[in-house]
């Protein structure tokens, strides 16, 4: 059976840093473009960041430039996104999703979910 397990929510105060991990089971995610997606509560799901497979492009949502940063850990085969400055706004449970890259875009129609990880930033 093929899962992904989100890790590293938490509690935080604004302007701190948090680091969020993919991992899968059943299949290596070196092969797979990934995706981070958030959800507030009332709002609608919302794409923030996605990297492939193919050449390492990344994509993030407006909001999130030059705050988060996708990478994709090797040595663990696992996907990380790392939070810094955050803020109440991104307060939201927050899911990794996995997909077959298209061509060299940096997101993907994604197949395969996790169950999410809550992110609360609050003073």
């Known amino acids: 059976q093929l899962q992904l397990v989100e890790s590293g929510g938490g509690l935080v105060q604004p302007g701190g840093s948090l680091r969020l991990s993919c991992a899968a089971s059943g299949f290596s995610l070196d092969y797979y473009a990934i995706g981070w997606f958030r959800q507030a509560p009332g709002k609608e799901r919302e794409g923030v960041s996605c990297?492939?497979?193919?050449?390492?492009?990344?994509y993030y949502v407006d909001s999130v430039k030059g705050r988060f940063t996708i990478s994709r850990d090797n040595a663990k085969g696992t996907v990380v996104l790392l939070m810094n400055s955050l803020k109440p706004e991104d307060t939201a449970v927050y899911y990794c999703a996995a997909g077959k890259d298209i061509a060299t875009k940096a997101c993907a129609l994604y197949d395969y979910w996790g169950q999410g990880t809550q992110v609360t930033v609050s003073s």
């Open positions: 990297i492939n497979s193919n050449d390492g492009s990344t």
